[in-house]
């Protein structure tokens, strides 16, 4: 059977709750790509996504090929603005992000630059995708079910009551799992992780 990171680390990838819940988050590893902008509308959100996508499905293919098989793992993100506000107000156009896809723990860096030759041979894709490892800790984190434009009063609730009752703050950058494709699927049925380290 593939490794499948889903079915590996549940509590990051299928939780239940709806409400914010605390948990520990180990050190994961990435594929990484940064930019800047409304992921509505910017093409360089749509060029970092492609690339991504295109470096795992390379990575996984070799991986196969050496008898390692995995499932690919969803799309995810690390947003922050110079304002908080920014988010609550979903004022896109000021949005900065780093968006990534996990990897199972034998895949390290050899791998990504073995499959940056081949993304820029068989693709034409070359972009500035990364290995990252990044290690949360202690997280909040609660399911979404819903639009992305929807997030604001969950993500209000956060920080304007949940955090406050647990004598915590923000201690890193806010992460989104998508477990669904908005092209696929209806805004209301989309299912996204929502988790922000705190300390």
């Excluded at 239940?16 to 819940?21: D, F, G, S, T």
């Excluded at 098989?69 to 920014?86: I, N, Q, T």
Aim: aromatic share 10%.
């Amino acid at each position: 059977m593939p490794y499948d990171i889903k079915k590996d680390l549940k509590q990051l990838y299928a939780p239940k709750n709806r409400e914010w819940a605390l948990l520990d988050v180990p050190e994961q590893r990435f594929l990484a790509v940064d930019g800047r902008g409304n992921p509505n509308t910017a093409e360089s959100y749509q060029v970092a996504v492609e690339a991504l996508y295109a470096f795992a499905y390379t990575i996984k293919m070799a991986a196969k090929h050496r008898g390692e098989d995995f499932v690919v793992g969803p799309l995810e993100g690390l947003w922050w603005a110079e304002d908080y506000e920014a988010f609550t107000v979903r004022a896109k156009d000021s949005w900065q992000w780093t968006m990534l896809i996990a990897q199972p723990p034998w895949i390290g860096e050899e791998a990504v630059e073995e499959a940056r030759e081949s993304v820029r041979r068989k693709k034409k894709i070359d972009a500035p995708v990364r290995f990252e490892k990044l290690h949360e800790g202690r997280c909040a984190q609660v399911l979404h079910l819903g639009s992305y434009d929807d997030e604001g009063p969950i993500l209000a609730r956060l920080h304007g009551e949940f955090l406050a009752a647990q004598g915590l703050k923000e201690a890193g950058l806010h992460h989104e799992v998508y477990l669904g494709d908005p092209r696929r699927t209806e805004p209301a049925k989309l299912k996204t992780v929502l988790r922000q380290p705190v300390g």
